[in-house]
């Protein structure tokens, strides 16, 4: 997994996925994707001002689209809705090749802000 990029409430974060990463089936486990989802949406917290010292999702909903292919890099972009003092609300979409959707998400987060 690693960080692409960071804007105000907004962060990219890609992961390729390995044989390590598969279900059953030969595809990317969901719960991989849902990890790079939520990696996603905690990083664009982190980007509020004031700053987010701290920040731990407390619900997470998940919605497959479609299914990701081992070897295939996914691209998830999560995006602050809305950020108040101790909580902050988030969504996601995950996308493979060509920007095909394979999952959109969104989370609750519990933050603890710079006191400075």
């Known amino acids: 997994m690693r960080l692409v ?3 105000d ?9 390995t044989e390590e990463m598969a279900n059953h089936s030969g595809f990317v486990h969901g719960g991989m994707i849902g990890t790079l989802a939520d990696s996603a949406m905690g990083r664009s917290v982190r980007t509020l ?14 919605n497959f689209i479609n299914t990701a292919k081992i070897g295939e890099t996914l ?9 108040g003092r101790r909580t902050a ?9 060509d920007g095909r959707l394979v999952a959109t998400a969104s ?10």
Not at 9 to 17: D, F, P, Q
Not at 75 to 83: E, K, N, P, Q
Not at 107 to 116: E, M, N, Q, W, Y
């Open 89 to 97: 609300v988030t969504e996601c979409r995950v996308v493979g090749r």
């Open 107 to 116: 989370a609750s987060f519990a933050v603890t802000r710079d006191k400075g």
């Open 49 to 62: 001002t004031p700053a987010v010292t701290r920040a731990m999702s407390f619900d997470l909903k998940l």
């Open 75 to 83: 691209r998830a972009t999560g995006h602050v809705v809305h950020a």
């Open 9 to 17: 409430g907004s962060a990219v974060v890609e992961m390729t996925g």
């Open 5 to 7: 990029e960071t804007g």
